[in-house]
């Protein structure tokens, strides 16, 4: 994997996109890829997430900056040179060519030799276990086998990168989860780097080596999944990504890491502090409902005592809504206890959660 | 060819669709009917119903010098403007299909020009056009002119296959490593290639079947047989026209065939 150094195989410099001159796409991204690595793209539509896999691509042309794959700037190399593999979000197989052709065509593009083609094509299919299917036509799969067609595709001809355009969107969510899996077999098996764009935050989460939060045409938390889920730079990665609490509240003292933050009502809890915050400003307290613990004997250094408003059944859990510091969206996760009463909307509920649970974040500026 | 027959019809309401369908066949299709006896009389003269029945007038077509080179014209003319017509009407559509800037429709409105414009608009401007740039009566100005009436049909031909050509499937190609010559020949060739056949056959027939320009533009030596059957309706009225006639409804009945065989082909395929 790292035999040619560590180097990282993608750098993108200062690069900037803009469709009209006026509004930028993509606004002066800066970050690395390391080789072998697999990296997302996560964001909402319109965040400019798939315009940067676009630019790597080289179907869309940075208005500013550089992009280098490989120590090498690319720039001014057209697509069909970068030899960078792709995995279309429609799929994008050729129609009129079979599955073996479809494999075939970016070998036969390379020169190589007949022979060596249809063993590695056979190959290619193996690994997708689609060996049986190399005669059909495109229009004679499933969404799952095209899928598969598609990715060995992009594989077939040994690309040292691979780019993924929400691969696995028009999937269920069945299929979707088999796939993530068979993704991420290969990509441990090939050691090749991967760059896949997603707005499906659990895919990201769960593929990931390192996670790209995309807002605005901005990079707001670059940083390995465990890292965005726990520690969200801010605001908007909090709310983004998972379920979260949002108290709003203000900053009353900070010793470094730590803070005293005061709710609307008065409450005083302590929480992580971002970076940049000093007492006096408004800050958000993010906080996950899993992080919560429920029940009389719950104990940890930010306790007390609030209304339940709801509660919504799901099986492996309970979800209660509840009302905290004056605000009625606060959500808690009430686990499965054997001869726990189960609470009634109404009932003064005791939670409690760790200091190092719960992040104070400066506020998003409202739009 | 029956018309689908409505579900729940009752056999008296089939039996009207039926009927008026068959009325309306016989109407368009009667007129050109009446050329086939007519082609086939024995007798000097086109008259209804015919004297007696022959082969004459057929062996008159292939054994006159006049018919024969008119035909050969036809054919010249037609396959050079089809060859024209067809390139510039497919690569106009492409540009306009894929190219982003604004007043496609306009360009395309002005382009398909050709088709609204009255003929006889059409010729004389050629009419003179061509003999400015001393092209008049030449057979380098005919299929000019006939390409500038036949571009249209490819172009709109064109532009409606590439609707269901998905432009990701360039890109596609791209990051296989096809430079743009090659992903247009392996990959967006084959797939339009149902409408590009038929523009070409309909640049064909447009040039085949065309009387107005020639009139204007062609000399004497550039006869086409449409021309040269005009002549003769004028000079030498005789049923070698009523024979022609049959054999230029035969060839339109072949290029049809040959569309439709194409179309038909490009389902099988799974495009188009």
Redesign the interface.
Known sequence: MAQQGDAPLVVFEGVRKSYDGRTDAVQALDFAVARGEFVTLLGPSGSGKTTTLMMLAGFEDPTAGRIVLDGRPINDVPAHRRGIGVVFQNYALLPHMTVAGNLSFPLEMRGVARAEREKRVAEALDMVRLGHLADRRPAQLSGGQQQRVALARALVFRPALVLMDEPLGALDKQLRERMQLEIRRIHRMLGVTVVYVTHDQGEALTMSDRVAVFDHGRIRQFAPPAEVYDEPADAFVASFIGENNALPGRIVARDDAWCSMALADGTTLRARCAPGLAPGDAAVLALRPERVLVGPEAWADNALEAELLETVYFGDHTRLRLRVGGHDEFVARLGFRDGLARPRPGDRIRLAWSAACCRALAPEPAE | MTAHAPRRATPSGRLLLNAATGLVLLFLVAPILVVFPLSLSSGELLVLPPPGWSLRWYEDFFTSRRWLSATWNSFVVGGWTMALATTLGTLAAIGIHLGRFRGKAALVAVLSLPIVTPVIVTAIALYFALALVGLGSTLTGLVLAHTVLATPYVLLTVLASLQTF?A??L??????????A??FR??ML??IAPGVATGAIFAFATSFDELVVALFVAGPQQFTLPRQMFAGLREFLSPTIAAAAVLLIALSAILLALSEFARARARA???G
Do not use: C, E, F, N
């Open positions: 998905d990701t499937l890109r596609a190609a791209a990051s296989l490593g096809a430079g743009p090659t992903a392996r990959v084959p797939m395929r799974g495009i």
